[in-house]
């Protein structure tokens, strides 16, 4: 993981925290400063921002301590990124159910984005939750999603990951864009490991990923993608 914002005492944080991309997508979000995002939280997303967009890499990595609040930057991204018609939206893969619907819970998703300044530009919340991709539907051809949230255990039974990537194949055809992939947890993956392989599969396909964690690093010393 090379891409890494920890907070805004440190060099690499500063450079992210001086650009302008979080202001310039979201004009309107709270300067309330007990209801604002955060310096580390813009940081992260003007991170993100810079590497697809303005280098043109097809992944970026982003590393918050526990607390900084790493769903409102995956939220953000997808919204952000999708907004900038740099993707169709997100699909999200958290290591369980658990924290696959915390990222799409209804109160929360409204509070964020009333702190983005956003809240009244949708009907219902762009956030769901999937668990059948033979199921899904592609609301991102209509607008109605923003970010899709799974487990990422869904990659790795039987041919899920070829479906995903049918899937994804079958956003880009509707929308002209490729959905962006957010891994949450990412330390978890590895270059040996079965997730690690089905998430270069997705991104081999034509996706861009950004690993999203707390953790750089894995205690059995084994690398992370990308």
């Given at each position: 993981?090379?891409?890494?914002?920890?907070?805004?005492?440190?060099?690499?944080?500063?450079?992210?925290?001086?650009?302008?991309?979080?202001?310039?997508?979201?004009?309107?979000?709270?300067?309330?400063?007990?209801?604002?995002?955060?310096?580390?939280?813009?940081?992260?997303?003007?991170?993100?921002?810079?590497?697809?967009?303005?280098?043109?890499?097809?992944?970026?990595?982003?590393?918050?301590?526990?607390?900084?609040?790493?769903?409102?930057?995956?939220?953000?991204?997808?919204?952000?990124?999708?907004?900038?018609?740099?993707?169709?939206?997100?699909?999200?893969?958290?290591?369980?159910?658990?924290?696959?619907?915390?990222?799409?819970?209804?109160?929360?998703?409204?509070g964020f984005l009333k702190r983005i300044g956003q809240n009244q530009n949708y009907t219902r919340s762009p956030f769901t939750w999937e668990s059948d991709i033979k199921e899904a539907r592609n609301r991102f051809k209509d607008g109605e999603n923003k970010l899709q949230s799974w487990t990422i255990q869904k990659l790795t039974t039987g041919n899920s990951v070829n479906d995903f990537i049918d899937y994804a194949k079958r956003i880009k055809k509707d929308t002209g864009l490729w959905p962006v992939v957010i891994i949450d947890e990412s330390h978890l993956l590895s270059d040996d490991n079965c997730w690690g392989s089905q998430v270069k599969k997705l991104h081999d396909a034509g996706m861009s990923i950004v690993l999203v964690t707390g953790t750089p690093y894995r205690s059995d010393n084994t690398g992370i993608p990308f």
């Open positions: 993981m090379k891409d890494v914002v920890v907070n805004s005492d440190i060099k690499t944080a500063v450079e992210y925290e001086n650009m302008r991309h979080y202001h310039e997508d979201f004009p309107n979000a709270s300067e309330d400063p007990n209801n604002s995002p955060r310096l580390p939280q813009k940081a992260a997303y003007n991170c993100v921002v810079d590497k697809l967009v303005n280098q043109g890499k097809k992944s970026a990595s982003i590393v918050l301590p526990t607390g900084v609040g790493k769903s409102d930057v995956v939220l953000s991204l997808a919204v952000g990124l999708s907004n900038r018609g740099h993707c169709a939206g997100a699909l999200v893969f958290s290591p369980h159910v658990g924290l696959r619907n915390q990222l799409v819970n209804v109160k929360s998703c409204e």
